[in-house]
């Protein structure tokens, strides 16, 4: 597994951005989420969980714990308000996240996550790669309470043990993404609350070539809660973005978005765009005049609206 680092404990990491992701993202996050500040592979949602083989080794904790976690099913249901720290093993607890019972997976979750946010997250030191694991396979559960249970056993992992993910990161953040469009405003801030501690945990370098590769997957919900967070991840990427071997291929992946027919994908295109260009002003202006003629006649028709001052600059761009 990854190696352990000392838990961190105590306030959130830092966000990643101000909060005008969550106010462009309107009406995709609620009001919870606006007060976050936040909300390739093109690896898509989990399917099959390739750790079952191995759950085959500890049938009996499973069982064990499959028993006692079903006797918790109705505090479970109850929700994680107040919940008590867990007695059971970290083993056994990713064992019932198994369970073929909702409540009994949700109770695990939160058990799990409970157990990471207190004095006691040292105890999953050992299995972070299948804590890391478990967790990705409930954020696609059918169920949206063990969904959401997920994503705050996300949240909290990534705040403590972030390398845990290190492995795994280019399928949780498709997946995270994606929540950010959910109907019910709880998903949509807990979804908010991960990506920030994601977001947090990952230096620049990393995480902006890692979210144009998201562009890459055909579809729109992920391509837009990406171009969101592009736009509130330049200015930190900026001494990337100088160079124009970072900027151009910005450049070439976003303003294909700007002709697509969702409004939502257009306009966070548009406004990546204006993100690239004011992270790293000469840099994009050398990167746009090497464009088509007819891509660059887009770009300023794009922008112009917006910028007319770098609509004029593009006219004269070499």
Not at 186 to 212: G, H, Q, T, Y
Not at 289 to 310: F, Y
């Amino acid at each position: 597994g990854p190696p352990a680092r000392a838990p961190q404990q105590g306030a959130r990491p830092a966000s990643c951005g101000g909060g005008r992701v969550v106010a462009q993202a309107e009406p995709l996050m609620s009001e919870g989420a606006r007060r976050v500040g936040r909300p390739g592979s093109s690896a898509g949602p989990s399917s099959g969980y390739a750790e079952r083989g191995r759950r085959a080794a500890d049938e009996g904790a499973c069982v064990n714990g499959g028993a006692e976690a079903e006797g918790r099913e109705a505090e479970a249901q109850g929700g994680d308000g107040g919940r008590r720290l867990p007695t059971e093993s970290v083993a056994t607890l990713l064992c019932a996240a198994a369970s073929p019972v909702w409540s009994v997976r949700v109770g695990a979750c939160s058990d799990l996550e409970a157990l990471l946010r207190s004095g006691r997250a040292s105890e999953a030191v050992a299995l972070l790669d299948r804590l890391a694991a478990v967790s990705i396979e409930r954020l696609v559960d059918p169920h949206h309470k063990v969904v959401h249970a997920a994503l705050r056993l996300v949240d909290a992992l990534l705040s403590t043990y972030p390398q845990a993910f290190d492995p795994l990161v280019e399928r949780l953040l498709p997946l995270l993404l994606a929540r950010l469009h959910e109907a019910r405003p709880a998903l949509r801030d807990a979804a908010a609350l991960a990506l920030d501690s994601l977001c947090a945990a990952l230096p620049p370098e990393a995480l902006f070539p890692m979210l144009l590769r998201m562009l890459d997957i055909q579809a729109p919900k992920v391509r837009t809660s990406a171009l969101l967070i592009i736009s509130e991840v330049a200015p930190a990427a900026a001494h990337l973005l100088a160079a124009g071997v970072h900027m151009r291929p910005a450049v070439q992946k976003v303003l294909p978005l700007a002709a697509e027919k969702q409004p939502e994908l257009r306009r966070a295109a548009i406004d990546a765009m204006l993100a690239l260009h004011a992270a790293a002003p000469p840099t994009f202006l050398a990167q746009a005049g090497q464009l088509p003629l007819a891509a660059q006649h887009q770009l300023r028709s794009l922008v112009a609206a917006d910028a007319p001052e770098l609509a004029a600059q593009l006219a004269t761009a070499r």
